[in-house]
């Protein structure tokens, strides 16, 4: 396997240290401004001779902290069966502490849309025989919708856990939506201050059931006021942003979409019923798969990495 950057990618060497036989490349991705740099990882296709015939386009969740989701990819780059596919996953603007610009950058969530746009060209032009099929986190989701409804030529899609209809009416969006306005995000910005007097071995103990790498991750973000800033702004912008669902633009002979649906979610809430209804009124094919009971929304953090 070749640890190779594609030409789009710079490295980035100031990260914490991989985790010994890790097979990904932490890297930067050089927007134009206003954008500017942005977190990613590249997980090399295995077959040194060839360029790779498929790329997976991962966009996360928010907070756009792409470490979160290092085991889940990781698992899925080992347990491919095809020596020729490649991950790339690009975070959102702003979100990863260390990863700014010296003018500020834009978090709202049109801006990640654009971020995610720019990563799909760059891929796609890049290697241009490859297939590109988008995978996208909570709204992370709505985001690689919108990219495959500005790039109809995406050859796939998968949904998880998907925050794409009225999310300010879920449960969570009910209980949380005060957060995000202006003067709480304020306020917590501030708070967050606090974080560096707190040492990580009691927020350790505060989140004992997370895996420790996770931990890890979020403490660097609780202790960057920028990225909650950042994140906090962009779920201001979910809450108005994302209303009626509407795929009725989807090519079904062409474009293929599957959806991952938890038992229970609630980012998602009554909203589940909308999603399937619409899909079974607009005849919209693709595959669906249901969650075994007890899988959260926050997956990517459930499991220690040798789990996945």
């Not at 985790?19 to 930067?28: C, E, I, N, Q, R």
């Not at 001779?49 to 792409?66: A, Q, T």
């Not at 975070?91 to 969530?109: C, R, V």
């Given at each position: ?30 927007h134009?401004?206003?954008l ?62 260390d990863?700014f ?24 032009s ?7 099929i ?86 660097d ?14 779920a ?48 919209l ?6 969650g ?17």
């Amino acid at each position: 396997m070749s640890f190779r950057l594609p030409p789009f990618l710079a490295p980035h060497i100031f990260r914490r240290c991989r985790p010994p036989g890790s097979l990904y490349l932490d890297a930067v991705f050089n927007h134009e401004f206003p954008l500017g740099p942005v977190h990613s990882l590249w997980w090399p296709n295995r077959d040194d001779n060839k360029p790779p015939n498929v790329i997976l386009l991962f966009i996360p969740g928010n907070p756009g902290l792409l470490d979160f989701y290092i085991p889940f990819l990781s698992a899925i780059h080992n347990k491919n069966q095809n020596d020729n596919v490649a991950i790339f996953a690009h975070a959102h603007s702003g979100h990863t502490p260390d990863f700014f610009a010296a003018q500020p950058q834009p978090s709202h969530l049109v801006a990640q849309v654009e971020g995610a746009l720019g990563a799909f060209d760059a891929a796609s032009s890049t290697f241009k025989d490859a297939r590109i099929i988008l995978i996208g986190h909570s709204v992370g989701a709505w985001i690689v919708l919108q990219v495959l409804k500005q790039r109809p030529q995406v050859s796939g899609v998968f949904l998880l856990f998907p925050t794409i209809s009225h999310i300010s009416s879920t449960p969570n969006g009910q209980k949380l939506s005060w957060v995000f306005t202006p003067f709480w995000r304020r306020f917590l910005v501030l708070s967050s201050y606090l974080t560096w007097v707190l040492p990580t071995t009691l927020l350790s103990l505060l989140f004992y059931a997370w895996p420790p790498d996770q931990v890890h991750v979020l403490v660097d973000f609780l202790r960057s006021p920028r990225s909650i800033m950042s994140s906090l702004s962009m779920a201001h912008d979910e809450m108005s942003a994302i209303r009626d669902l509407d795929l009725s633009w989807i090519d079904h002979k062409t474009q293929r979409l599957f959806i991952y649906l938890a038992d229970h979610d609630d980012w998602v809430g009554n909203q589940k019923t909308t999603i399937l209804e619409f899909l079974t009124e607009t005849g919209l094919i693709c595959g669906i798969v249901h969650g075994q009971p007890g899988i959260p929304h926050a997956f990517c953090i459930s499991k220690p990495s040798n789990q996945w």
